[in-house]
């Protein structure tokens, strides 16, 4: 149960919130109030508002930054006129069809499901808007290829004091998250990794903090290949401790993605670097066709694997077997989807849930169909779809390493939501980011010509 402190820190989190608008400039201040309340505030907390859907630490700190933004006189444009926009408010439409489709009741194993009514519908589109809040935050105040060095900067100092309490959770368990807050925000042997522990410190699970620490590393890499030096540490130094961090997190994904980002900034162009990110995050819409054909070779990854490491081989094993189930049962409403309360799981004969969904994929195809699915991976594919044509339009080289740099991450990203849940506040912020910034490049060139 949380304790005293852990209500004080939530519960005054928008001051914190309406300091920072108020001491820093908007696009700095924007990113520290997202990715600072992802690094410490309570998880798996959140307070339950009448006519909204329930409050934690990301819905909680988009609402603020909303709401202060107003009450500062800031103008915030949340639908900027463009293609990106349509996409956006056609995916709220999938959202209202999928739960006018799913307005009966349903019967799953031993577990009876009520039908939704139009207040799900509101329900989810709120919600989900609020999800979406630093995206649209990101494509508005962080449109500027200026503010790309600073918010590097910060988030790696933000990731370099964080690794003191990783390095003890390394140590002790990971446990910090229970002395402050007074509870455990997960199950504690999911932390578990061979002979060790993966730390989570406040963010809430292993391999989301390993992949905050990969993403810090990406732009460590940017930094050093623009010889920008900000601590007492060389940017080499930076570097090949954020290495060490994310080798010391024990998350193969996490290490695989930095080797993969390494190579490319430091080897490929920044126009290369974009093309790759395009391509295979692009790949997200087969993935589900491959599983679908049952031509994805899952026995044969599996095999390989084990000669590694079987613990790792049966994890993922158990992913692909509980995807299988899941798709089974997201094609029996292919289009629209189940929408919410559980009506895409599968329940045995007691009404208890019997899969896990792991990848962001499987989840949003089983919630709002094929077309849900589409229009979703449409809203974070094009901004690298904008950054790729309007790259050339950049004058800068160092301002090229950064743009292609926040590519390299939304492509990861969008690659990784194959195994895992998909991206976070901060990195939905990057990517806002980097299509607003290709869309100012356009305008400005349009501008030019005239």
């Known amino acids: 149960m949380p304790n005293i402190f852990a209500n004080l820190v939530f519960f005054s989190w928008p001051m914190v919130v309406f300091w920072m608008l108020k001491r820093y400039p908007t696009d700095k201040a924007i990113f520290l109030a997202t990715t600072l309340a992802i690094f410490y505030l309570p998880n798996n907390f959140g307070i339950d508002l009448p006519f909204i859907p329930p409050l934690d630490r990301d819905s909680l700190t988009a609402l603020s930054l909303f709401v202060f933004l107003f009450t500062l006189r800031k103008k915030v444009r949340v639908f900027i006129p463009g293609l990106p ?89 990971p446990q910090i998250h229970h002395w402050i807050y007074g509870y455990s925000p997960g199950r504690f042997l999911q932390q ?91 790949l997200i819409l087969l993935y589900p066709v491959s599983k679908t054909m049952d031509i994805f070779p899952d026995k044969e990854i599996i095999s390989k694997i084990k000669n590694f490491s079987p613990e790792r081989a049966g994890s993922l ?20 989807g189940w929408a919410g309360w559980g009506r895409n799981r599968i329940y045995d004969s007691t009404g208890r849930d019997i899969t896990v969904t792991d990848g962001k994929w499987i989840i949003e195809l089983g919630l709002n169909g094929i077309i849900g699915f589409v229009f979703y991976y449409l809203i974070l594919l094009m901004p690298l779809i904008y950054a790729r044509k309007n790259i050339r339009y950049i004058q800068e080289p160092k301002d090229k390493v950064y743009f292609s740099a926040l590519a390299l991450i939304l492509g990861i990203c969008i690659i990784d939501s194959v195994p895992n849940t998909g991206m976070g506040p901060m990195h939905l912020l990057l990517a806002g980011a980097l299509l607003g910034q290709s869309e100012l490049l356009a305008k400005q060139k349009n501008y030019k010509a005239i």
């Open 317 to 336: 094993e158990t992913r692909f077997i509980n995807e299988e189930i899941l798709l089974v049962r997201a094609l029996e409403q292919p289009y629209f």
């Open 192 to 282: 578990m990794r061979g002979d060790g522990f993966r730390p989570i410190v406040f963010v809430g699970h292993g391999l989301a903090l390993a992949f905050l620490v990969f993403t810090a590393a990406i732009a460590a890499f940017a930094l050093h290949k623009n010889k920008v030096r900000f601590t007492l540490m060389s940017p080499s130094g930076v570097v090949i401790y954020l290495l060490v961090i994310i080798f010391l997190c024990k998350t193969w994904s996490a290490m695989m993605y930095a080797l993969f980002a390494m190579y490319a900034i430091y080897k490929l162009a920044p126009t290369k670097q974009i093309k790759w990110a395009l391509l295979l995050a692009g």
């Open 85 to 173: 926009t349509k996409i956006i408010l056609m995916y709220f439409v999938v959202l209202v069809i999928s739960v006018q489709l799913n307005a009966y009741p349903v019967t799953i194993g031993g577990k009876f499901l009520p039908g939704l009514s139009i207040y799900d519908a509101v329900s989810n589109v709120i919600r989900i808007f609020l999800w979406m809040m630093p995206f649209f935050m990101g494509r508005y105040f962080l449109n500027n290829l200026e503010s790309n060095e600073p918010i590097f900067k910060a988030l790696i100092i933000i990731v370099l004091i964080y690794t003191l309490p990783m390095l003890i959770e390394l140590k002790m368990s």
